[in-house]
């Protein structure tokens, strides 16, 4: 599997109770019952069950007393409250306008994988299939790890390419997240070219 600890947010150094913490944290965040009849239910499912096996997997391998190898790929910290957190609820009512006005304000500089996502999801649900390709492509790119994100990538590149009875082509259906290459972000990869005012 993939790195839990990077799964969870934490470094392989953290004690058992911030691990605790962590996947405490993930569980209420990704839990089925916030996503009843949402936009994301489908893929906070599919992340619960990632965080959920990346924490039995540390418990096994402390309780067995195995190092982890895993070090090397870890970066960044945890933290609790996702930046994001409030235009997941904004996603989740049904305010797609309001959270996209609320993505819009982050600059280019800060927009994470987690932000690609998002405008993702709202693009899907307004209709903008191609925008909604591109930028699930971009989350994907930017962590290819997450269950989440490639779920989603994977259910707008079948329906972009037609599996749905959508009648889009099937150019370019490959995708980072499925082990194909995005080559439609090799030229647009960079922030700028993704903002909502360059694909509109």
Same mark, same amino acid.
């Given at each position: 599997?993939?790195?839990? !600890? ?8 953290? @004690?058992?109770? &911030?691990?605790?913490?962590? *996947?405490?944290? %993930?569980? +209420?965040? *990704? ?6 009849? /949402?936009?994301?239910?489908? &893929? ?14 540390? =418990? ?5 007393? &195995? +190092?982890?190898?895993?070090? #090397?790929? !870890?970066?960044?910290? *945890?933290?609790? /409250? ?20 609320? =993505?819009? /304000? ?10 690609? !996502? =998002? ?6 649900? +307004? ?20 269950? &989440? !994100? ?19 082509? @099937?150019?370019? @259906? ?14 647009? %990869?960079? #922030?700028?070219? =993704? ?6």
């Amino acid at each position: 599997m993939n790195d839990p !600890y990077r799964i969870l947010g934490i470094s392989p150094d953290a @004690t058992d109770d &911030e691990v605790k913490k962590a *996947y405490r944290a %993930l569980a +209420k965040k *990704y839990h089925p019952d916030r996503y009843q009849n /949402s936009p994301l239910a489908q &893929e906070a499912s599919e992340k619960m069950k990632e965080v959920n096996a990346a924490y039995e997997e540390i =418990l096994r391998m402390r309780k067995n007393g &195995e +190092k982890a190898s895993y070090q #090397s790929s !870890y970066s960044g910290t *945890y933290s609790s /409250s996702s930046r994001y957190s409030d235009v997941r609820i904004m996603i989740n009512n049904g305010r797609f306008e309001d959270a996209e006005d609320k =993505l819009s /304000s982050i600059p280019p500089s800060e927009r994470t994988a987690e932000w690609y !996502y =998002l405008m993702a999801i709202i693009s899907y649900h +307004k209709g903008w299939l191609e925008e909604a390709y591109n930028y699930a492509s971009a989350a994907c790119r930017l962590d290819p790890t997450d269950s &989440e !994100y490639s779920s989603f990538f994977n259910r707008v590149r079948r329906q972009r390419s037609g599996d749905f009875g959508t009648g889009y082509s @099937t150019q370019g @259906t490959a995708g980072c997240c499925d082990g194909g290459c995005c080559e439609m972000l090799s030229c647009m %990869l960079c #922030s700028d070219c =993704l903002c909502r005012s360059c694909c509109n």
